[in-house]
Nanobody, 121 residues
Framework: QVQLVESGGGLVQAGGSLRLSCAASGRTSSRYAMGWFRQAPGKEREFVATIRWSGSVTNTADAVKGRFTMSLDNARNTGYLQMNSLKPEDTAVYYC??????????????WGQGTQVTVSS
């Protein structure tokens, strides 16, 4: 089992920045990847970014490319999602996940509880 705890969400004005953290514990594996997904009210969960546990390979959704950056601190088993130039449409609950490297929810086996990000216009 892998436990994931997100933090860093909050309310920010459009154009601002936030950094989300995801602390992993338990049976983590270098074969895993860590991903971020988000779900806005009335919408399906969507892929945001993912990174291999080695930190060597990343993938970012087109909707956030150039604004969001994902990184991983292996020593701390903690992943980060740096979000810049935030837009109101980025408002959602953001979830951290661990599992296979991919962009689908079903690629991931473990999920955090989510953290709310609200961007005001």
């Amino acid at each position: 089992q892998v436990q994931l705890v997100e933090s860093g969400g909050g309310l920010v004005q459009a154009g601002g920045s936030l950094r989300l953290s995801c602390a992993a514990s338990g049976r983590t594996s270098s074969r895993y990847a860590m991903g971020w997904f988000r779900q806005a009210p009335g919408k399906e969960r969507e892929f945001v970014a993912t990174i291999r546990w080695s930190g060597s390979v990343t993938n970012t959704a087109d909707a956030v490319k150039g604004r969001f950056t994902m990184s991983l601190d292996n020593a701390r088993n903690t992943g980060y999602l740096q979000m810049n130039s935030l837009k109101p449409e980025d408002t959602a609950v953001y979830y951290c996940a661990a599992g296979s490297y991919g962009i689908r929810s079903q690629d991931y086996y473990y999920w955090g509880q989510g953290t709310q990000v609200t961007v005001s216009s």
